[in-house]
């Protein structure tokens, strides 16, 4: 059975003096015997000002099944 990974990519800001990051979820990795085997993503990443493209792979958090209001 494949692990699966989100595949996020973080942007930059300044918040009350502070630089934090967001973090936006594009997509899932998929793992097969302790290795990334493919990549589907839901949504295009924007290049930082360097033109650029960064994305990190997580452990997928698990899913709550409440909706948020």
Avoid: C
């Amino acid at each position: 059975m494949a692990i699966i990974h989100d595949v996020v990519q973080g942007s930059k800001y300044e918040k009350d003096g502070e630089e934090k990051t967001r973090w936006r979820n594009l997509g899932v990795a998929f793992e097969k015997e302790g290795k990334i085997s493919s990549v589907k993503l839901e949504a295009l990443p924007i290049p930082d000002k360097n033109g650029e493209v960064w994305l990190n792979i997580f452990e997928q958090k698990k899913k709550s099944d409440e909706v948020p209001f």
